[in-house]
């Protein structure tokens, strides 16, 4: 597969990275666990189907010291045990916040108090951000077809 767009050769694109990549550093430092960080970032790229960033995300989250076994169990995660409470709660409040458009009414009531109940207000605001934004950079990539399979781990960093 061949991009749509060469996103790395627009100097528009190179200024939104720019911001994109200070957030996603914002959120690295935001005292949410980066375990549960790269969790979420794998579920809502397999729910949008963002082959590039289940790549990258994967990637970094083996060179992070995340065992395959709980990367292999992601998408079934309800039915795994190998996940904490919280990071179960992280979860379930990623596939309601990126499937938005499928459940009247968004989030629920249930699901947010879980996830709060695990989350001090700073990491549940890094949570709800961190959601946000891959979503908008799965969709990103979508559009444009960014070819998967080729990301070395930091090379974003």
């Known amino acids: 597969m061949e991009a749509r767009l060469n996103l790395f050769a627009s100097p528009a694109t190179g200024k939104v990275f720019k911001h994109l990549l200070a957030a996603g550093k914002a959120l690295t430092d935001s005292g949410l666990p980066l375990?549960?960080?790269?969790?979420?970032k794998i579920r809502a790229s397999q729910i949008n189907g963002c082959?590039?960033?289940?790549?990258?995300?994967?990637?970094?989250a083996a060179a992070a010291g995340e065992t395959a076994l709980r990367l292999n169990l992601?998408?079934?995660w309800r039915e795994a045990t190998v996940f904490t409470d919280a990071e179960r709660a992280a979860l379930e409040l990623t596939e309601q916040g990126t499937r938005v458009a499928d459940g009247a009414g968004g989030v629920s009531g249930e699901v947010w108090a879980n996830a709060a109940k695990h989350y001090e207000d700073d990491q549940l605001t890094a949570l709800v951000i961190l959601i946000s934004l891959m979503n908008a950079v799965n969709r990103l990539n979508i559009i444009t077809q960014q070819p998967a399979g080729g990301?070395?781990?930091g090379m974003l960093h």
């Open 151 to 153: 990301y070395e781990v």
């Open 51 to 60: 082959a590039v960033c289940l790549d990258m995300h994967s990637k970094e």
């Open 35 to 40: 375990a549960t960080q790269e969790l979420v």
């Open 74 to 76: 992601v998408a079934a």
